[in-house]
T-cell receptor
């Protein structure tokens, strides 16, 4: 049972490039979340999903898009990466409480 | 905006000592949770306390909740080097369609062997 798996683990992009972060969970969870973690800021919610085919904005959604085409997968897209999006990105999932987290994707935008 | 503010930001203690960290929040909550994050890893759930509970224990962990002061504390007794990590409180509020959490800024705990 892998839990929540994030790919890739590390990535370096140039400003203006695009990329997609993948989150996969094997726990049959309805809810999935994308957070970013910056030094001294804790975790901030980017987007979330309450079920397959649904997405909603979180606290800091600008510059990101998401899709939940399959229940087990939640994709986070950066259409045109900016240096301000340099961060560690975490995916989480749950049905009730608590949330289960992946080990993160460390993303640097040069 | 952040719901939770944690205090202290960093804490260094000797193995065997107790560690106490505090969390304050701003709005009414349904429950409050504590998570641990080891360096380079994701968050791991430690304990959940509901708004109608005042104290909860789990192994060496003791959590208190004071809804009148909008604050919570996490006590780790008889600390070990393996407890070295960042600790985050997270609140779940009434209303809304999801189990969204709002995280605090975290306390970095270093336990010296």
């Amino acid at each position: 049972n892998a839990g929540v798996t994030q790919t890739p683990k590390f990535r370096v992009l140039k400003t203006g490039q695009s990329m997609t972060l993948l989150c996969a969970q094997d726990m049959n969870h309805e809810y999935m979340y994308w957070y970013r973690q910056d030094p001294g800021m804790g975790l901030r919610l980017i987007h979330y999903s309450v079920g397959e085919g649904t997405t909603a904005k979180g606290e800091v959604p600008d510059g990101y898009n998401v899709s939940r085409l399959k229940k087990q997968n939640f994709l986070l897209g950066l259409e045109s990466a900016a240096p301000s999006q340099t961060s560690v990105y975490f995916c989480a999932s749950n049905n009730g409480q608590p949330q289960h987290f992946g080990d993160g994707t460390r993303l640097s935008i040069l | 905006s952040q719901q939770g503010e944690e205090d202290p930001q960093a804490l260094s203690i000797q193995e065997g000592e107790n560690a106490t960290m505090n969390c304050s929040y701003k709005t009414s909550i349904n429950n409050l949770q504590w998570y641990r994050q080891n360096s380079g890893r994701g968050l791991v759930h430690l304990i959940l306390i509901r708004s109608n509970e005042r104290e909860k224990h789990s192994g060496r962990l003791r959590v208190t909740l004071d809804t009148s002061k909008k604050s919570s504390s996490l006590l780790i007794t008889a600390s070990r080097a393996a407890d070295t990590a960042s600790y985050f409180c997270a609140t779940s509020s009434y209303g809304g369609a999801t189990n969204k959490l709002i995280f605090g800024t975290g306390t970095l705990l270093a336990v010296q062997p």
